[in-house]
């Protein structure tokens, strides 16, 4: 079956940078697309950065310009770079993968800005 792995999430200050990577594991086809969301306690989940599979990309109003999505060539790989983060209390970063007829997401990764 297959799994999203996602790492990189961690303690930073503000004004840092910060990684975070989602990998597949498992047999997938089809992959259309690849996101990153965000969700932080007694907020809903938004949509932080997605990557479509003709290589177009879209971020939230709030991380244009500080954040960029990545893909590998083989669309099983997605990647994060936060630039000139802000202060955030602990927020769960989580990546998901649409691929054919699924929808996969992973467990999420914590992440924390400190002012």
């Known amino acids: 079956q297959v799994q999203l792995v996602e790492s990189g999430g961690g303690l930073v200050q503000a004004g840092g940078s910060l990684r975070l990577s989602c990998t597949g594991a498992?047999?997938?086809?089809?992959?259309?697309?690849m996101a990153w969301y965000r969700q932080a306690p007694v907020k809903p989940r938004e949509l932080v950065a997605g990557s479509n599979s003709d290589g177009t990309t879209k971020y939230a109003d709030s991380v244009k310009g500080r954040f960029t999505i990545s893909r590998d060539s083989a669309e099983n790989s997605v990647h994060l770079h936060m630039n000139s983060l802000k202060p955030e209390g602990p927020a769960v970063y989580s990546c998901?993968?649409?691929?054919?007829?699924?929808?996969?997401w992973g467990q999420g990764s914590q992440v924390t800005v400190s002012s």
């Open positions: 498992g047999t997938i086809f089809g992959v259309k697309a």
């Open positions: 998901r993968m649409v691929a054919g007829p699924y929808d996969y």
